[in-house]
């Protein structure tokens, strides 16, 4: 997995090309991309030289994260984006859906980075790039550098987070675990998923977005991610200030997120939690003492 560095760039170009009548080709989407990709191996092996990146683009017609990892690196997962809220905030929801689909070797692709681009506002472009990051879609720039911001330059260029993406050990792509405004696994853009974490090589990692126009104050259980150990306590490093944060002992609140900003954490086990803790489980659910007694039937 690549950040591509592309200074200038306005639009990326995807190979739209002309396909015979179907009479002629007999060809699915798939069969069509088999004989690309079949090409590029034909060519790697005339030249002796690697096969070139293969990212597949067919905007997410056909569900490409089911098949395409067998021809390519990558796959665009939805129409093109724009620079406003709207276009991020609908690909982050679409690809809410898919976003198991990430692993080595293969990534849903959420088209280029409009960080420095359009009236996204400073809060929403951190949003974008968080999301583009830790989703593990490729990081194509397409601001001109040599006329961006520093604040576009300092999003770009935050460490923390493309280290994540960039894992060594962890392939996959954070996934929500509660979605916020509305039902779970809603189908409905404008209330995309706003808790979200995955495993890194260095802790869990938590991505919080307020989807809100207002301020919001964003609570959650630690246990709710599915790689949290019950029964211990966690450091916090804070993603975007990079500042070292204390402890979190099960719940966990971030006061005053930005409208359509994000919080960006990455969690370390640090130990037990205090003795004493109560109650006795973080969830109560099914929460049992060793005598059979259960605290959610008190």
């Known amino acids: 997995m690549t ?58 017609r056909e569900q490409p994260w089911l098949w395409a990892r067998r021809f390519g690196q990558s796959w665009r997962t939805t129409d093109d984006i724009g620079p406003h809220w709207d276009a991020v905030r609908s690909i982050i929801h679409q690809n809410s859906f898919v976003s198991w689909a990430a692993d080595f070797y293969g990534y ?67 996934t929500p675990f509660r979605w916020g405004l509305g039902p779970d696994w809603q189908n409905n853009y404008t209330t995309p998923a706003e808790y979200w974490s995955g495993e890194t090589q260095d802790g869990t990692v938590f991505m919080l977005i307020n989807d809100l126009d207002t301020p919001a104050d964003m609570f959650f259980s630690l246990t709710e991610s599915p790689w949290i150990r019950a029964g211990r306590q966690y450091s916090v490093r804070d993603l975007w200030t990079h500042t070292d944060n204390g402890t979190a002992v099960r719940n966990m609140t971030v006061h005053n997120v930005p409208p359509h900003g994000v919080v960006a954490l990455l969690l370390k086990d640090a130990g037990d939690e205090p003795s004493g803790t109560t109650p006795p489980c973080a969830r109560p659910e099914w929460c049992m003492d060793q005598n059979g007694t259960r605290i959610d039937q008190q």
């Not at 989703?135 to 770009?156: G, H, N, Q, R």
């Open 3 to 60: 950040t591509a560095l592309v200074s200038g760039l306005k639009e990326r170009q995807c190979a739209v090309i002309g396909m015979p009548f179907d009479e002629v080709i007999k060809e699915g989407i798939v069969g069509k991309y088999q004989r690309m990709a079949d090409a590029i191996d034909r060519l790697s092996k005339r030249t002796g030289n690697p096969p070139f990146l293969f990212s597949l683009c067919e905007w997410g």
């Open 108 to 174: 849903n692709d959420l088209d280029l980075l409009e960080v420095g681009n359009g009236d996204l506002t400073i809060a929403e472009q951190k949003t974008h790039f968080t999301a583009w990051a830790l989703l593990k879609s490729p990081l194509v720039i397409s601001t001109d550098l040599s006329t961006a911001t520093k604040e576009t330059i300092e999003i770009l260029t935050n460490k923390e987070l493309i280290a994540i993406h960039q894992d060594p050990v962890v392939g996959t792509s954070v």
